[in-house]
């Protein structure tokens, strides 16, 4: 039976341990922050010392944690993951993290000749709770074969994207377009409602038109326009404006290196920093419409 | 029988008077240029002198031309349709235009007893052929009804928006959510190409996930991911670059009037402006990727 070392414990960590466990995998866990570990061994998780005791332990080594410098230094620093793996082992980061780290780490992996999947999740919190997330995978399609089995026990979706790095930058560029189609659909229906339009009667029409789009139709800022969405519990994540502006970021990063110009995502990362800035951050990244039709969340 | 007069035999107009005459009603038809009128005499429509001699002739006036200016000329100038409709009339304007020329016009046929719906169309020319528009009308439900059969000979979805000015205020807003989109999907899919991923393969991923929209799932910019969309053919029209920068410019000056944040909205009309001021403003609006990604439409 395979071993899996899964470092990073947090919201979406801690739930894709319990579902890799369920699947029958012995897992070893580890985080920074001890009670992370402890609410995780309760299910049958082996807790670690130390990320390279874990890499010791395991065949397959997950991580999921906040950033690229997290990332690089569970896998780069001294006593890091990568000097405690054996050649032939798999590693799979599943955080969302810049393309830049993301190629330096896969390089390093290959000179030690590490197998390495780059492999963000959208989703969230609630599609690791249901283990439905989405996981969009960069690296060689036989390592891609071999994490196949491991994925499928926490997520719904397993996409193969490309060759390194591609897993990062197909997570990147697809919220970069769903931070500009959420700002455009907050800016329609506050115009549309200022206009004297009813907000049902819009998203009927528009909904059935040209301006349909997925910020829209399932997960539409408006509250009370359609069901189970944040608009409808004060704007309760869901997915935090905070977390969208840090993919924004990652956009806008990776769009510099390339010189590739993003004019709607440059003013959309400056609307959601405006937004977090007024104390926003941990309110669903819908909620940017009460930003655009100045409204407060709770009245 | 109720007799029709139509004023604008353009791209739209000749179609939807072929389309009406086929349903059997007796049209009218006037336009500016004379060689228009010419062009709907053998389909059986009877030429009119002016707009004045069409108004005594008929008991629903349609107008479909470019301007709230040429809208307010028609029905408000000296020898203008209304001083020659008789109450109880219908005048039903399919062009798209301001919402303030919209308001004004409402008013001025409500004093003369003159019932007005505003009943801008999206389709296009292609819907407008087919007989497959969708008409989004502003105005009495009354005075909907009354107009439902005669606007169902010419397109396929007829929605009622609401009060007098909400059939244009839903198509600028959709328009406007339709061009913010629209750039979105340019945007992510030239930083995804240039990060190195495949456009069909992200489109697979992105279509699937929350960055989808109708601008990526019905009319892809890139060529050759999806079927039957101007991008397959040198981005021949469809709908005009110029056509899309006027929706814009619509949309801006009604967001101003109410006070309305159009962040994305503005930065969209630069882009399109920017983009017809090269010379492409009789290229579909989905080329605007070129301008993004700085490719030659014809290669």
Sequence with gaps: ??????????????????????????????????????????????????????????????????????????????????????????????????????????AEAAKLHIAMLDAPVSGGVAGAEAATLTFMVGGRTADFEQALPILKTMGKKIVYAGPSGSGQAAKICNNLLLAISMVGVCEAFTLAEKLGLNPKKFFEISSNASGQCWSMTSYCPVPGVIENVPSNHHYQPGFMAKMMLKDLRLAHHAAEVVDSPIPLGAIATELYTLYVNQGHGEVDFSGIINFISTKQEKQ
Tied chains: 1, 2.
């Design 1 to 106: 039976m395979t071993t899996i070392g899964f470092i990073g414990l947090g919201h979406m960590g801690n739930p894709m341990v319990h579902h890799l466990l369920k699947a029958g995998f012995i897992v070893y866990a580890y985080d920074v922050i001890p009670n992370a570990i402890q609410a995780v061994t309760p299910y049958g998780a082996i807790a670690a010392d130390s990320p390279a005791s874990l890499a010791e332990h395991s065949d397959v080594i997950i991580t999921s944690v906040q950033t690229g410098q997290q990332v690089a230094d569970i896998c780069m620093s001294h006593d890091g993951i990568f000097s405690h793996m054996k050649p032939g082992k798999l590693y799979i980061d599943c955080s969302s993290i810049d393309i830049a780290t993301t190629n330096i780490l896969h």
